[in-house]
């Protein structure tokens, strides 16, 4: 099992960069495929990006291509998402999760999931 916190968001204006952190507990860490995704409040949440084991493979959704980029350090057990770019259409609380594979896929179910960090970008 893998507990996830994140941290890293807040206020920030159109244009503008924030960098978000998940720190995992527990040794195997490199275990699990690591995702970021996004909730709306009143809409279902959306997938924002994804990472292998090793950081050799990610995935992206269209929304964020070029302008995030998500990336881990396994020996500090942690995956971060750097948010470049950002846009009023950015704001959502942004959550971290790990599923029970080193590959990522679209079918990859997310077993484990942070409470969550809130970003808001003004315009």
């Known amino acids: 099992q893998v507990q996830l916190v994140e941290s890293g968001g807040g206020l920030v204006q159109a244009g503008g960069s924030l960098r978000l952190s998940c720190a995992a507990s527990?040794?195997?860490?490199?275990?699990?495929?690591m995702g970021w995704f996004r909730q709306v409040s009143g809409k279902e949440r959306e997938f924002v990006a994804a990472?292998?084991?090793?950081?050799?493979?990610?995935n992206y959704a269209d929304s964020v291509k070029g302008r995030f980029t998500i990336s881990r350090d396994n020996a500090k057990n942690a995956v971060y998402l750097q948010m470049n770019s950002l846009k009023p259409e950015d704001t959502a609380v942004y959550y971290c999760?790990?599923?029970?594979?080193?590959?990522?896929?679209?079918?990859?179910?997310?077993?484990?999931w942070g409470q969550g960090t809130q970003v808001t970008v003004s315009s």
């Open positions: 527990g040794r195997t860490f490199i275990s699990y495929a």
């Open positions: 999760a790990a599923a029970r594979t080193r590959y990522i896929s679209p079918q990859n179910e997310y077993d484990y």
């Open positions: 990472i292998n084991w090793s950081g050799g493979s990610t």
